[in-house]
Each structure stands twice: as structure tokens, then as C-alpha cells.
């Protein structure tokens, strides 16, 4: 990392640093070295391969570019089924052997295998690819075109954001978890709250955050329109890519100086959060759950990257444990990625969450990217760990999707309507 007499923010330093400059000012162009590039199937493959044989072009470091299917699998159609093929002959052909074939959701899978390290500046192609800023690295999306450029160059330009931090203190309740957090963010500030810049989460809450859980509030940077979401490495980073078999990084340095350049800081109180509810058809439309309990739902869904991680399942699982979920009402699981699957069955969780009487799922994005056979049908109300619950997002148009924490869905499976898991905690 270079070193610089003028404070700077977290984000300026990976720019700085990947652009080759002892210190960059928001504002500025720059052109900067890609670290990482992370494709899934969906826009990844079958977008680029085309416009790279049309360029006669060759990828300029496969050692660096990361594919997942995450989005067409299992395949359900001929036209799932040749997406996933491409991906798959051209990682052979590209050389790329950082592929993952049907190992979870591409967020969740980087992570898994330590390819996320602070001080990194990455580009995904895919919107939650800012789900990487929880290991302190400046990991953004991006579309094909782009790209495309990245994995002609191993170059991308962009402008230097602004810093926001939005500063949470004291500790969460039992109860409430990092996608309350972000729910109340996105109510609280809208969904154009981070302006395309870069979004800085501190404060002793987020620091008593498992990375999992930091890892659902950078992901959700992008429902508040922010470039970046940042959380400052520390020991539970470094314990994480440990476990990774990530050895020789470093925290030192990745944090924001003082007198650092903040266009604002936000301070909320953790300790008086309650858990929160978004009502159809926007993550910005959100109040606390305990509003919301004349809600009656037919499905809840535990899925997505932003809501079916290890961390995840055993939220719901504290919740569901010894009890079965009401008659009317579906529980749909999908677990994140395969690890966290294995993991959960390791450790009891699943059989928790079928003996409730759950559905298992692929682990995949499946219903959160309205694909495969477990879409939603019409006028369906369902209630989801997912991101995201714009108008026919998940299936049909008319079906109405509320989006709660793991916490909350589950408690709405038991209860048979949105219910406040502190209730039954």
C-alpha cells in the first residue's frame, strides 16, 4: 500500500493503490487495475464470449477471473441448460480455472475460497458483487460491455467516490440481525441514498458483526444506490481467510485516516433497532415487523445471498427448532452455497428446518432471480430473506413480497402471518 501524508478514506487508498498513485481526491478519473473479476452465468459467458470472438480477443489473466453458475442451475429447459454449457466450455477454452460449477451463489462461493482480500480492488457482473467490500476490499458490479474491457485490459476506469459512513453503535438485540440494519437503511434513506459513491460501515455494532453478517449489509449497499460498500478489516476478516487457507494478507492500513475527507456520517443506535419489515414492492418501503401483523403469507422464503448463508439458517433455525411452521404456509429453503449446506446438515440445522417442515431447495439463486420451478404464482404473499422485492421479481406480477431477516421469516412460517421473531426468541 502506498503511502501518503493527506488522510484518506478506505476507498481513496485501494484506488490510490490500484491506479498506481500515492493519493487520489473524490472526483477524479483515474484508471485502475482489476484485482478480480467474477462472472456468473447469467450475464457472464454467453454476454462476453461473443463480443471477445468478435475481437478475436484473449483474456488478459485468467489466474485473475473467477465464473460461478449460480443463476440457470439445475438447469430446467434447453435454454438454461446451453447457458450453462457455455460457461463451462469457455472457462476450458479461456483457461480460467477458478470455476465453479453449481457451488452455491457467486457471492457467497468468492468469499468461501478467500478470493476476496483487503486492500483489492474487484468488479463482479452481477449487482450484489459489492458484498466483497465486507473483507475491505473495493469490489464493485458492473455489465458485460465493461467487462468485457476488464478482461481484455485487466483495466477499468471510474471516478473517485465520495465517502459516506454511516456509524452504528452499541450492540443489536437477540433478535435482530445485519438485514434489519440494512432495511431500516433503505427506509431511512431510500434507495438513492449512496448516490453512487462509497458506502463506509462502522461503529461497535458492526465490528461485533460475524463476516457473514457483514457480508448481508455490503451486499445490500446496492439497494441504496451506493458504488461500494466498505467494512475496515479486522481479526474476524483475517479469521475468516485464515480458515480460507488465505494466509499472507494483512488488516494494517485499510481503514479511513482521520481528517480523512467523509462527506457525511450518519450515527444510529443499534441497541433500539427493531426488526424490520419492507412491504411490497420496494426494500425502501419499511417499517417494524410488529406493524405488519394482520399480514397473512403462504410462502416464506429462506434464500439468496443476501438471506440463506450458514449464518443465516441458524437464525432460522433458533427460531423454528421444536415447532412446526402453520398448515397454510410453505417454507421454501435454499441455501447459499454447498458449504454452508454441508455444514448446516453437519450440525443439525437442516433436520431443524425440514422436522419444521421446510422445503430443501438447489443451492442457487433460483426463485430471488425469478428463475426455475419455484417461482411465485399469482396473488401469492410471501414474505423472503431476499434483497429485492420489486413487481414480478420473483414470478408472477401479481404476487406480493415482503422482506424480512431470518429471524422474521421464520417466525412468519410459524405464525402464518408477519409475525416479530422476539416473540418466540
Known sequence: ????????????????????????????????????????????????????DRLGARVWDPEKVVVVTDHFVPPVDE?????????????????????????????????????????????????????????????????????????????????????????????????????????????????????????????????????????????????????????????????????AGVTDVSAAGWHTDHGAPILHEKVFDARVLEPQVAEPHSPARTRPASTFQDVRIDVAYIGACTGAKLADLRMAAEILKGHRVASHVRLLVAPASQRDQAIARDEGILQVLVDAGAELLPTACGACAGYGAYRLEEDVVAISTTARNFKGRMGASSAQIYLGSPYTVAASALSGKIADPRELL
Open 79 to 243: 435454454d438454461s441448460r446451453r447457458i450453462v454449457q457455455i460457461a463451462r466450455d469457455w472457462t476450458k477454452e479461456a483457461g480460467v480455472r477458478r470455476f465453479h460449477d453449481a457451488e452455491g451463489i457467486c457471492h457467497v462461493v468468492v468469499a468461501e475460497n478467500g478470493y476476496v482480500k483487503p486492500g483489492m480492488l474487484a468488479v463482479g457482473g452481477d449487482s450484489h458483487s459489492v458484498t466483497g467490500g465486507a473483507f475491505g476490499a473495493y469490489m464493485f458490479g458492473i455489465g458485460s460491455t465493461e467487462m468485457l474491457g476488464v478482461l481484455v485490459t485487466g483495466e477499468i476506469w471510474l471516478c473517485v467516490p465520495h465517502t459516506i459512513r454511516l456509524r452504528w453503535d452499541n450492540r443489536l438485540e437477540p433478535g435482530v440481525s445485519a438485514k434489519d440494519m440494512m432495511l431500516f437503511l433503505c427506509g431511512h434513506l431510500g434507495m438513492d441514498g449512496g448516490k453512487y459513491q462509497a458506502i463506509e460501515y462502522a461503529g461497535a455494532a458492526v465490528s461485533a458483526l460475524s463476516m457473514q453478517e457483514r457480508m448481508t449489509i455490503c451486499n445490500m449497499t446496492a439497494e441504496l444506490g451506493g458504488q461500494a460498500g466498505l467494512v475496515a478489516p479486522d481479526e474476524v476478516t483475517l479469521q475468516w481467510l485464515e480458515q
Open 1 to 52: 500500500m502506498g503511502s501518503s501524508a493527506t488522510p484518506q478514506t478506505i476507498a481513496q487508498k485501494i484506488i490510490a493503490r490500484a491506479s498506481g498513485r500515492p493519493a487520489v481526491t473524490p472526483g477524479e478519473i483515474v484508471t485502475c487495475r482489476v484485482d478480480l473479476a467474477m462472472m456468473q452465468d447469467s450475464g457472464g459467458p454467453r454476454r462476453v464470449k461473443p463480443m471477445l
